[in-house]
T-cell receptor
Framework: KNEVEQSPQNLTAQEGEFITINCSYS?????LHWLQQHPGGGIVSLFM???GKKKHGRLIATINIQEKHSSLHITASHPRDSAVYICAVRKRYGGSQGNLIFGKGTKLSVKP | EAGVAQSPRYKIIEKRQSVAFWCNPISGHATLYWYQQILGQGPKLLIQ????????DSQLPKDRFSAERLKGVDSTLKIQPAKLEDSAVYLC???????????????FGPGTRLTVL
């Protein structure tokens, strides 16, 4: 079983819809990252969370440490939001402490 | 601040050939990472350098993959010989390097897309 699980794997939405991508993890972490990857491979860091909630423009990220769960929300989605969204956690303990463990990503397509 | 540079952006080779990728991290970043991302999966760490020393290479297939960061700045990743299953995007990332492992944001390069025929 992967230490970081994301759902859904693929998501198609209409422009303007509210989108939620979920991430669950099974290890103790010091931080959780949400990353955006556009076709061509480049990865951009959206958020780094250790508790609570962060907002940037139309993007909102929340984390519940007790439940080991995080969500990424996109309000008023737009075709330019189409990308792969990746959840990654930084392990608190164990070998390679501090390294990121990645989920498989959620491929989002927003149709006009 | 210039970002992480990688070259080439794309490479197509036949199986059993050799290939090398280059990465130049952000200036001043002590930590450098190479990741392999197979289509449909998240990135997998291959090797992590702290300056010119290897911190973690536990997932590097050492029979065919090698990496070096001789002067603690730029790095090369080599595959020799390549197999079909090596087709992937190879991402380089760098970070300032935090001894506690916390709050150490990684900055990713654009990646090199390798296709092995």
């Amino acid at each position: 079983k992967n230490e970081v699980e994301q759902s859904p794997q693929n998501l198609t939405a209409q422009e303007g819809e509210f989108i939620t991508i979920n991430c669950s993890y099974s290890v103790g972490i010091s931080a959780l990252h949400w990353l955006q990857q556009h076709p061509g491979g480049g990865i951009v860091s959206l958020f780094m969370l250790s508790s609570g909630k962060k907002k940037h423009g139309r993007l909102i990220a929340t984390i519940n440490i007790q439940e080991k769960h995080s969500s990424l929300h996109i309000t008023a989605s737009h075709p330019r939001d189409s990308a792969v969204y990746i959840c990654a956690v930084r392990k608190r303990y164990g070998g390679s402490q501090g390294n990121l463990i990645f989920g498989k990503g959620t491929k989002l397509s927003v149709k006009p | 601040e210039a970002g992480v540079a990688q070259s080439p952006r794309y490479k197509i080779i036949e199986k059993r050939q050799s290939v090398a990728f280059w990465c130049n991290p952000i200036s001043g970043h002590a930590t450098l990472y190479w990741y392999q991302q197979i289509l449909g999966q998240g990135p997998k760490l291959l090797i992590q350098f702290q300056n010119n020393g290897v911190v973690d290479d536990s997932q590097l297939p050492k029979d065919r993959f090698s990496a070096e960061r001789l002067k603690g700045v730029d790095s090369t990743l080599k595959i020799q010989p390549a197999k079909l299953e090596d087709s992937a995007v190879y991402l380089c990332a760098s970070s300032r390097g935090s001894t506690s492992g916390r709050w150490d944001t990684q900055y990713f390069g654009p990646g090199t897309r390798l296709t092995v025929l």
